[in-house]
């Protein structure tokens, strides 16, 4: 099993761009998240699925957009990114929304 | 807002000490109670974790101590070792959400040789 994997591993941005984060993962888990980790701050739960074609919003869900097609793909996307969204951004999946495996990480610089 | 409050913020421990972290919340909506390491560059990765009904959970030298009354809970390294220098963070999850979890702001570990 691969895990949970994201790409890219490292992108950079121009204020306005768009981009979407990709998060697969392949243990069938019914669960996935997106957090974004930045200095002082801990891991912040951005959006959240229970399941394909279910959503919602975590602590900070302004300006990113999530859609749930399929169980294995959870992919985030930055409307219009801003410096503010300069961060480390984690998917997560779990089977039950307890043990959460986290993916590698995708460190985004917006200049 | 944090709703989950961690302490330290850094920690230096002698090789073979004990290394404490604390974390506290307010929320009596938190359910479940996990602890991440995390090393540099990398993801975090479930260390231990434990649930409001059970007050101390031990797996090998991780212990966690859990105080509901106080809404406080704690990670204890036992006989800390360099290789559990790394970044920790305490977590709960609101009930009834599914996957809404809350992370501390972290404390990183350093054991000295």
């Known amino acids: 099993n691969a895990g949970v994997t994201q790409t890219p591993k490292f992108q950079v941005l121009k204020t306005g761009q768009s981009m979407t984060l990709q998060c697969a993962q392949d243990?069938?888990?019914?669960?996935m998240s997106w957090y974004r980790q930045d200095p002082g701050m801990g891991l912040r739960l951005i959006h959240y699925?229970?399941?394909?074609?279910?959503?919602d919003q975590g602590e900070v869900p302004n300006g990113y957009n999530v859609s749930r097609s399929t169980t294995e793909d959870f992919p985030l996307r930055l409307l219009s990114a801003a410096p503010s969204q300069t961060s480390v951004y984690f998917c997560?999946?779990?089977?039950?929304?307890?043990?959460?495996?986290f993916g590698p990480g995708t460190r985004l610089l917006v200049l | 807002q944090q709703q989950v409050k961690q302490s330290p913020q850094s920690l230096i421990v002698q090789k073979g000490g004990i290394s404490i972290i604390n974390c506290a919340y307010e929320n009596t909506a938190f359910d479940y109670f996990p602890w991440y390491q995390q090393f540099p560059g990398k993801g975090p990765a479930l260390l231990i974790a434990?649930?409001?009904?059970?007050s101390e959970k031990k797996e090998g030298r991780f212990t966690i101590s859990f105080n509901k009354s106080a809404k406080q809970f704690s990670l204890h390294i036992m006989d800390s070792q360099p290789g559990d220098s790394a970044t920790y963070f305490c977590?709960?999850?609101?009930?009834?959400?599914?996957?809404?979890?809350?992370f501390g702001t972290g404390t990183s570990l350093t054991v000295i040789p």
């Open positions: 434990i649930r409001p009904d059970v």
């Open positions: 977590a709960a999850r609101e009930a009834g959400t599914g996957n809404q979890f809350y």
């Open positions: 699925s229970v399941g394909a074609g279910i959503t």
């Open positions: 997560a999946s779990s089977y039950f929304g307890e043990t959460q495996y």
């Open positions: 243990m069938n888990h019914e669960y």
